[in-house]
């Protein structure tokens, strides 16, 4: 059974920053990209990272870019979402992603990242 459970989350102020895991099990990790999504209160699910199965390819939208850096270890099936300068618009439940071919799309239970002074 497929499972990703995220972890880091929590309260900071502006500019600070934090360390977001999801850690994977029920699949070969290294075989699929991996993304982290954003979801803020009243708005659509936001993709804002993503990074392919040996992480050598990453891609982010320019709203994180700079910001925000995705990394992967296989040898641990962990995928790490570091954010930087926090920005109280970075607020929302941040859940990582993976379509699994053959089986399908699978969620974490998420993250709460708040930003406030």
């Known amino acids: 059974q497929v499972q990703l459970v995220e972890s880091g989350g929590g309260l900071v102020q502006p500019g600070e920053s934090l360390r977001l895991s999801c850690a994977v099990s029920g699949y070969i990790f290294s075989f699929y990209a991996m993304d982290w999504y954003r979801q803020a209160p009243g708005k659509q699910r936001e993709l804002v990272a993503t990074?392919?199965?040996?992480?050598?390819?990453?891609n982010y939208p320019d709203s994180v870019k700079g910001r925000f850096t995705i990394s992967r270890d296989n040898g641990k099936n962990t995928v790490y979402l570091q954010v930087n300068s926090l920005k109280p618009e970075d607020t929302a439940v941040y859940y990582c992603?993976?379509?699994?071919?053959?089986?399908?799309?699978?969620w974490g239970q998420g993250t709460q990242v708040t930003v406030s002074s």
């Open positions: 990074i392919s199965s040996i992480g050598t390819i990453t």
């Open positions: 992603h993976v379509h699994v071919g053959g089986s399908g799309d699978y």
